[in-house]
């Protein structure tokens, strides 16, 4: 039988959990995920634990910071004045802001904290830092 590799499109179904097993995301419900393996449109700890898999095969994974969001970096932590925002927006722990840097490129940062005159923005992905568990079912290779 056929087994996914390197440079063949397939498509997936996935849950993904921490470790205490709640669920951060999962395709159920959705139709399946479709990326090319080695293209790094998605993770790489699902494009390696997907290599070898044969169609209708199930398999679980962790994947490491390294080989999902990255590790959490304290260095994209940053505090802002609340002069700097705007006056429509008033910001709220958890709230997302999208900024624009001084190259035109664009970042999400989330609201950590909000003190009387400074405001910390996390630009850190939300599970960067994290050991991720996947269970992933390779529906088809194209």
Request: aromatic share 6%; glycine share 10%.
């Amino acid at each position: 039988m056929t087994q996914a590799k390197s440079g063949d499109t397939v498509k997936i179904h996935y849950t993904g959990k921490f470790d205490d097993g709640s669920v951060f995301d999962s395709s159920e419900g959705r139709d399946p995920l479709e990326f090319e393996i080695g293209s790094g449109n998605i993770i790489t700890g699902v494009e390696e634990a997907v290599v070898g898999m044969q169609p209708e095969e199930t398999k679980e994974a962790t994947i490491p910071p390294e080989k999902g969001y990255g590790e959490y970096r304290d260095d994209m932590v940053i505090e802002v004045e609340k002069t700097q925002f705007p006056e429509h927006i008033d910001p709220e722990p958890g709230q997302q802001l999208e900024l624009q840097q001084p190259d035109g490129q664009k970042v999400t940062v989330t609201v950590t904290n909000v003190g009387e005159e400074k405001v910390t923005l996390d630009a850190n992905h939300p599970l960067a830092g994290k050991d991720l568990k996947f269970e992933i079912t390779l529906q088809e290779i194209l």
